[in-house]
């Protein structure tokens, strides 16, 4: 291990830091627009304080659509997507559109699915005290949900790290790029461990953290 370090060191860290990046970027992404998006596809659902039929409908056909696409496909496929955002198609600034398209659409399906276990009476109670649509999201649907919110995203972003070792087809770099390239394709095992180790390492903390996090602000 003193020896990798020794002559990959700064390659390794400059990896982590392009993997925080994307994974960071995509985790904007799904709190600012997906976290929304699943409430919406939540409320318009049928029965519920929104329920629109169309808007449903063509949030949930995109939805399904994104998330159905097999990542690598979805990449190249965004490519003149990308180049149009981003003025590029490669690098790390590149790779984070089509991480964070991904990211919007996987958070908001658990989002959704997190709402429906909010008990009915809840809303209902919340309603015959006359308390505003916002008012019933931001102070009793979110707040009875909330665990199940951070837990949703806990998962989402071990997946988004998975996701991110995929970006190297880009340039986008990363800790499973660099393991491919330094490690895989010149044969040398011990440093694809190693770079193996620290993506268990940061799922396991990733995954702790969400769960205590869920767990101390779970108010059942």
Known sequence: MPEILALYGPEIWKSIG?????????????VLIGLPVGTLLYLCRKGQLLE?????????LLVNIVRSFPFLLLVVFLIPFTRMVAGTAIGTAAATIPLSI???????????QSLLDVPKGVIEAAVSMGASVREV???FIYVEARSGLV???????IS???????????????????????GYQQFKTDLMLYMIVIMVILVQL???IGMTAARLIDKR
């Open 206 to 208: 990733v995954q702790f």
């Open 18 to 30: 392009q993997t925080f990046v994307m994974v960071g970027v995509s985790i904007l992404a799904a």
């Open 151 to 157: 837990l949703g995203l806990t998962t989402s972003i």
């Open 52 to 60: 629109n039929w169309m808007v449903f409908s063509a949030l949930n």
């Open 160 to 182: 988004f790290i998975s996701y991110s070792t995929i970006m190297g087809v880009v340039g986008g770099g990363g800790i499973g790029d660099f393991a491919i390239r330094y």
């Open 137 to 139: 999201i931001f102070k």
């Open 102 to 112: 991904i990211a919007i659409a996987h958070y908001s399906r658990l989002v959704e």
